[in-house]
């Protein structure tokens, strides 16, 4: 197997299908793709990402096999700091947001970290593994609408109430995520999440692994929209298509979206996708980076 920063050791096309834009020598068939994201519920670099990611998901869901590996960023704040990024201790996280939401232009809450501070990550990742297990088909809308509740409405997603409203968001039962916190399933899975990312070694979040076709890439870091794309192509042997997603159907997709999510998604800018918001009866909650739009 292959780890490059370029696919290799892909075939030559034989034929190109215009109208799909497959290519390959078998153009109506492309490749399916895995890829393993390697995560944390509270890592901002993550959410930072999530416009490319949502595109991404939208735009090649039907060819992605996503598994989700929680590799917890935050065991707790004793004897934790992240020197590059000035985090000595939770007061200094409200800050980092702030700068990485405005460098980014992705709308980001950071009331929790002066409010309610998260003293670990640990406990979210142990809800999401719980929730993997009872609904494996719903891990990423888990994932996400646990994301909403930090990032678009600042709650600490370590609360029992918080986690709890996120899973009956997603149309999971809190009450079976619950009865594998306290058996002692979510922590044993949880360690096997953490055996994986070190496994693979994920050194930094957001990790995204994607193979195809025997070949593997390794991402690090925060991806471009266009680069993300464009490497999800690659591996699945298809041309990238135009974006054609019209404001209805990126109202279905997102629902509860940021500004960069839903111009990332409609290939505009920014101001244009905040007219075309406006102009469709969106309700604009302005956090730090943007704003987030929800029908």
């Not at 990742?125 to 888990?142: F, K, N, Q």
């Not at 990238?240 to 960069?260: Q, Y």
Request: charge should be negative; hydrophobic fraction near 40%.
């Amino acid at each position: 197997m292959n780890e490059t920063a370029e696919t290799s050791g892909a075939v030559l096309p034989m034929a190109c299908d215009l109208s799909t834009g497959l290519c390959g020598a078998d153009a109506s068939a492309p490749r399916r793709v895995a890829v393993t994201y390697v995560t944390d519920p509270i890592c901002s670099a993550c959410w930072a990402m999530e416009p490319a990611w949502r595109s991404v998901t939208y735009t090649y869901g039907d060819l992605l096999d996503v598994r989700h590996v929680y590799g917890g960023l935050l065991p707790s704040w004793e004897g934790f700091a992240d020197v590059g990024n000035g985090i000595h201790g939770y007061g200094d996280v409200a800050g980092h947001w702030r700068e990485m939401a405005e460098h980014t232009g992705q709308a980001m809450n950071v009331s929790v970290w002066e409010d309610d501070p998260i003293a670990s990550s640990f406990p979210p990742s142990m809800v999401l593994t719980a929730a993997r297990d009872v609904a494996p088909e719903r891990d990423g809308l888990m994932l996400r609408r646990l994301r909403e509740e930090l990032f678009v409405h600042g709650r600490n997603i370590s609360r029992q109430d918080v986690w709890a409203r996120a899973a009956r968001n997603a149309d999971i039962n809190p009450d079976a995520i619950q009865e594998r916190l306290d058996d002692g399933r979510a922590k044993d899975l949880f360690a096997a999440d953490l055996d994986s990312a070190r496994a693979l070694g994920a050194t930094v979040f957001p990790t995204l692994i994607v193979e195809a076709g025997g070949d593997r890439i390794t991402l690090r870091g925060v991806q471009r929209p266009d680069r993300l794309a464009q490497v999800v192509a690659d591996a699945a042997g298809v041309q990238r298509p135009r974006p054609s997603v019209t404001l209805e159907e990126a109202v279905a997709h997102l629902h509860v979206g940021t500004t960069a999510e839903y111009a990332t998604l409609l290939g505009t800018t920014g101001q244009q996708a905040v007219a075309a918001l406006r102009a469709a009866g969106l309700r604009p909650h302005q956090l730090p980076g943007g704003a987030v739009w929800t029908p």
